[in-house]
């Protein structure tokens, strides 16, 4: 195997059983992951779940049983005798279960076209998380998807506990997760002009005083009497607007979306000494 895809495959373990460790077990302990080559082609890997006496004394205070990580990898690679994380995804093609039933409180029932397995409520927990899901795509998916790579292949002991060929390869695809709307309000707000866009979905950067944002301007009123050359921009020049704001949480983190809902005023940026009273003509003056 070329190191270029040995690397990436080794780092996508630890970031596997680092997402796993989060998942199950969050704040309450650490995880160390160790690979070991024990022959050609064959790669062994050591865990060690840690614990500060500061960290099992809030896991004693919680109740939070800590996940091991001998569990842990049962978890992920399963056993000879029970189905881990990659043979569930693998099993499930891809898609979601058609029917999830809870047997107790540790164990569920997954169905999926006419098949059902019965698997730990933590492996669930794993197979949801985007973190877990994004590492195995890494570990399992991208390998199989180079050439000269045909099979990915968990053994234990010698005994296979876990295998995927390359036609296999795309049922480890993270899934997409929906956007999250978290905001959606509407205000009024001003901004100085940084950038303009005269392209069609282009984006105009706006500074509000603080920082600088990327706003779509929906306003087509305005657009037109930009595009007729009726308002003309100077440097400093601001708009106060109506300006729907979106927050939504994403599978990159959390995104804020700007859209210039109606642009009330246009003021010039040149600052002129307000007077308190009228300048008098020069007829005025004169009489």
Known sequence: MDVRDLAPALLAVGQLFDAANSA???????????????????????????????????????????VAAGTLVTLVFGTPASRGLVSVINALKGKKPSKIEKLSESTIKISFEGDSFEVPIELLKLYQDMSVRAAMQKLVQEPLLK?????????????????????EASNFERPHVPDEILVDHVRTSAYS??????????????????????????????????DNNQISFSKGDILICDVRVTQKQTDQGLKTEYVVLKVKDHRSGARQLPLPLPIPSPKEESS
């Open 193 to 226: 002009i940084i950038s303009l866009a005269f392209k069609e979905e282009n984006k105009w950067r706006l500074n509000d005083g603080s920082n600088p944002i990327s706003a779509t301007i929906a306003d087509e009123e305005f657009l037109q009497r930009v």
């Open 147 to 167: 050439e000269g790579i045909e099979l990915f292949e968990v053994r234990e002991k010698r005994k296979q506990i876990a295998s995927v060929n390359k036609s």
């Open 24 to 66: 199950l077990n969050g704040e309450s302990a650490r995880i160390n992951v160790q690979v070991t080559a024990t022959e050609a082609g064959s790669f062994q890997i050591g865990l060690e779940v840690a614990q500060s006496i500061g960290e099992h004394l809030v896991a004693l205070l919680s109740s939070t049983p800590v």
